[in-house]
């Protein structure tokens, strides 16, 4: 049975997260897999990159941690929501290090820090994201008002976040930069990560001990300007439902949006938004037959696509089983996608649905 | 623990069913359930409809067919997607009806139909989608010289879909009216059904046997211009990390692209594109926190949103555990939370995310 399909290339994975840390001058390149490792798949994606030497993984949620944990054993997990209450007892005991980002957070962990020998810590600064983290005049206030804290949260990895990283003239990297190292002098001796995809490409000044790359790990350049120097990671195949030639001029979809001429072929493939292709594609979408590039016609709907694929000979067509919307070819790369859809590719990843069956290639 | 939460209202589900089927002056009201019922949950909303007396559902693919029977023995299940090569004798085997959707899938079903007698299909005609289905010439075509296809398919049903139906006003609508009854004219006796949601609403020319809402169960406007009248059906509540008083005035989230000032309160709460909230809702989205609205500030981010909750009183904040998304309020309603990614209400809801915990109340 023909069933749309998403082939994880690991090997490609492996090699982008190689590639990265060769490119790293600090002490260790860790790989952040959270949200499923961006839609590719934790477990299988976590699993390979240990065997290749990773030793540090970052994730978002405690639940996911916990994922992890449940097949790796002897990994550093690294979870960047922090610890929530009543999550405590589940990091201590896992050996799972919450990323704690407030004084609210610091202060729900120094207990377990004093209970739990082995119970570590991250501390995440903010220096310009001004999402999580503790800000500059909260951090030195706290440091001379509480000297103790960091030792007793046993704080291991002081770390902050790029703003704008894969912009690599943006002023904002400078001054997180700059923010950064005042911040974290406060604290010396404690290892720091800046870094993630697009701060590996900012240069040697902004590495420090620890890089955590995610989005290059699976394709995604990580820089806006220079050519991308990742491998293409997901392959996304969506099987044909039907191929008809039009008996007339006529409108194809919903919203009547696409016209296509008399004789026209219109090949109708069994995935839509609700599988993650997204709605903004309507109109603007390509996908491949073989080597031949067909435009996507009308709107993207819950569960199939149209293709124009009047361009191609029938006997091409005769033996079509798939199109494929999403892997190593012009007009379909990840950020490709992702440009004709308005978006990242990180969401292109991330929200291939449940219904598209997972394959792993090594 | 705090998690995201989606809590589905069944009953908001069963209460809009009965308002469609009232509305409708055909035979039967059947539900769309496909696409994990918008989202929704299958299982749990198809057998609170079935409880509430609906018998007919309808979903895309074979696989979706095949859950729904594990669950409800006794009801019909038709599948969009027809029938592919390799599916027949499963669809035999639990009494699935196909939707056939071309001639060749006409040819696969006819042996089908020949060795179980209790084999049904339906027939897709094309009157204007130019997805699937048989185009006119081609249906008469095919009875002139097979007059016994429909007979020895145990064709029980004819059925097409409407494009522009939620467009009151749209020609597509009468022109293809007007296309299925003289299609079906050519095969008299055959119940038909031609309406979706919109379509009921289109009135009674419009509804022939059979109707097979889907979107407006689930809240969703059936039509574009006057009041909503369909009961609000998914709250998405998402838990708050961190709430935090700038210290100074700041860029918020990925690119910079917003500006708070000194003293801004900013929440962070755990959900992000990656959970199905699009990131075109980025610095346009607005959450409640109880009935207070508060602005989505910056970029969605994978996991986390960023709201500026500068406008609430302290101890509002300080008993806040959650921020919801969408639920029955201006501007988070499916439809509001739509216009403001510009896209519809069905890829909000099919696009939540597996971190979200889904609950239902009855």
Known sequence: MLTPTLTVDLAAIVANWQSLRARFSGDECAAVVKADAY??????VA???ANAGCHTFFVATAEEAL???AVLADVRILVLHGVQEGEEFAFAAHCIIPILNSREQLERWRPIAREHPHAVSALHLDTGMGRLGLQADEFAQL??????????CRVGLLMSHLACAPDTDHPMNGAQLQQFRNMTELAPNIPRSLCNSGGIFLGAPYHFNLARPGCSLFGIAPQASPENPMQQVATWRAPL???????AAQTIGYGATANAPKGARIA??????????????????VGYIGDTKV?????VTMDMLCFDVSGLPQTMLDNAEYITLLGDHDGIRVDDVANAADTIGYEILTRIGARVKREYRD
Chains 1, 2 share one sequence.
């Open 39 to 44: 839609g590719m798949g934790m477990v299988p």
């Open 47 to 49: 699993t390979a990159l």
């Open 67 to 69: 994922a992890l944990r």
């Open 143 to 152: 440091l001379t008002r509480d000297p103790q804290v960091l030792h007793e």
């Open 241 to 247: 439902l039907q191929i008809r030639t039009l008996e």
């Open 268 to 285: 109708t493939v069994a995935t839509g938004y609700a599988d993650g292709y997204l709605r903004h594609l309507s109109n603007k979408g």
């Open 295 to 299: 435009p996507l016609i009308g709107r």
